[in-house]
């Protein structure tokens, strides 16, 4: 997937950053963040390692928070572009619950979410993405299409949302896999409540069983 390019508020200096601003600074976020994590990077550390001035900085990314979502987003698209590789040869519910088990185990092993965890702020951080644009679009544009998959063989119920269960499933996602080491969650925990807590509250209701009224 190919990520909006963000216009920036005033023109920015092109002939030092290049014809790829965003692309650049997320570069050196990237270095700094590997460096010094998520909470002791500054923007200043950000401009230093892209060789500009830190108000070039401020062109592009109003803020620091605005600088963390550019590295999670990004490193979600190709989180899910590896997954979605991985249970291409799955159909139905069996492959909603590979990809969200794949998902939370990417999450809890992942440099930068580990990082993330590191700073302390996870809780605020899942907050945060619930409500993020890009951040919600590259997860739908993923889960769409196999949860409408699944929908359409009856292995999955066609009673709730699409996008209410996409923010379920994402949600459980990140919640085991940024928890799971304080937790003390093994590969085989998590694969059981995502199996048990995600797979089975997506399967259709049986017959005659009560439902929630919509």
């Excluded at 590191?118 to 196999?146: C, M, N, Y």
């Excluded at 937790?183 to 059981?192: A, G, N, Q, T, Y």
Aim: aromatic share 8%; proline share 5%.
């Amino acid at each position: 997937m190919k990520l909006a390019e963000r216009s920036p508020s005033a023109p920015g200096p092109k002939p030092v950053l290049g014809d790829q601003p965003i692309d650049r600074l997320y570069e050196a976020a990237l270095v700094c963040i590997d460096r010094r994590g998520f909470r002791k990077t500054s923007m200043d550390d950000i401009a230093r390692e892209a060789g500009v001035s830190r108000p070039t900085v401020y062109t592009y990314f109003r803020s620091k928070k605005d600088v963390v979502l550019e590295v999670i987003v990004r490193q979600a698209v190709d989180l899910l572009a590896d997954v979605k590789k991985k249970v291409s040869r799955r159909k139905g519910l069996d492959r909603v619950i590979e990809a969200a088990c794949l998902g939370a185990l990417a999450t809890a092993r992942h440099r930068y979410f580990r990082a993330l965890i590191a700073g302390g702020e996870a809780t605020a951080w899942i907050a945060e993405l619930s409500v993020h644009e890009r951040f919600r679009a590259v997860e739908q544009d993923f889960w769409r299409p196999i949860l409408q998959e699944s929908i359409d063989l009856g292995q999955v119920r066609a009673d709730r949302d699409v996008d209410d269960m996409i923010d379920w499933i994402v949600f459980q996602q990140f919640t085991l896999g940024t928890f799971a080491e304080a937790l003390r969650l093994s590969e085989v925990d998590i694969r059981e409540r995502i199996t048990a807590y995600v797979g089975r509250s997506l399967q259709p209701p049986h017959p005659g069983s009560d439902t929630v009224a919509q």
